[in-house]
């Protein structure tokens, strides 16, 4: 892992109750969420710090606490193509808990972040020792595989405005109300996509002068939610 500033050590209770949030480990009893949070490590990241290389040890699990975290990988010419997004109590790292290896992708921070650091040998040895957990395990896996197979899915069947849309539609049950903070430049959606960033700017553009959103930077009002979702055939 590449070095990062460790600074605010997450106390006990905060990593426990970050634990807990997860939904990978939120079967684990308050033993086995303490014994975890002992064995954890605290660290900062600032805005565009590498955190994880592709074909680094995947010897860890993180737990994201706050800001957020972009999963990529980089094409042969040298352009970024983001494959997840992770906010706070979301984990990063499953795969290699299951089968230790290389880092698949690069992980690097977007805007300030803080995550926890936990051992991979220390997940797994609650993994053999708590079905439930392991239950959790193979969920977030099989999540994992359907993200992906619809990320694929959405690039061979619709086009960049409609799968714009779809982020947006996404974005907005996230945050459970119709005003959100995309919290990504277009050149990150773009890539996020699979399209450029003048053709995610001519599909918000489109859906403002049809008002079906409105854009002010990144933050994004979504004024016609059911035409968005008839458009996106979400």
Do not use: C
Not at 61 to 66: E, G, P, S
Not at 81 to 109: F, K, M, Q, W
Not at 129 to 151: C, F, M, S, W
Not at 208 to 217: D, F, M, N, Q, Y
């Amino acid at each position: 892992m590449k070095a990062a500033n460790v600074s605010h050590m997450l106390d006990d209770d905060e990593a426990v109750a970050l634990l807990r949030a997860t939904t990978l480990l939120k079967e684990l009893d308050e033993e086995d969420l303490r014994r975890l949070a002992a064995r954890a490590v605290t660290r900062r990241y600032r805005r565009g710090q590498v955190v994880f290389t592709e074909g680094e040890p995947a010897d860890t699990l993180l737990v994201v606490a706050q800001g957020r975290l972009k999963v990529l990988t980089k094409a042969d010419d040298g352009r970024d193509h983001v494959l997840n997004i992770h906010g706070p109590r979301e984990t990063i790292g499953e795969l290699n808990i299951v089968e230790p290896g290389t880092r698949s992708a690069s992980v690097e921070a977007l805007e300030p972040s803080t995550a926890l650091v936990l051992d991979r040998t220390a997940v797994w040895e609650l993994v053999k020792e708590r079905p439930a957990v392991a239950e959790q395990l193979i969920r977030a896996l099989v999540a994992h595989v359907r993200r992906l197979t619809g990320a694929n899915a959405d690039l061979v069947f619709l086009d960049l405005p409609r799968r714009v849309a779809k982020l947006l539609l996404m974005r907005t049950r996230e945050a459970g109300r119709p005003v959100i903070e995309l919290g990504l430049t277009q050149t990150e959606i773009a890539s996020l996509l699979g399209g450029s960033r003048q053709s995610v700017n001519q599909a918000l553009r489109e859906f403002e002068r049809r008002t079906w959103i409105l854009s002010e930077g990144q933050t994004i009002t979504i004024l016609q939610l059911e035409r968005l979702r008839r458009f996106a055939g979400d």
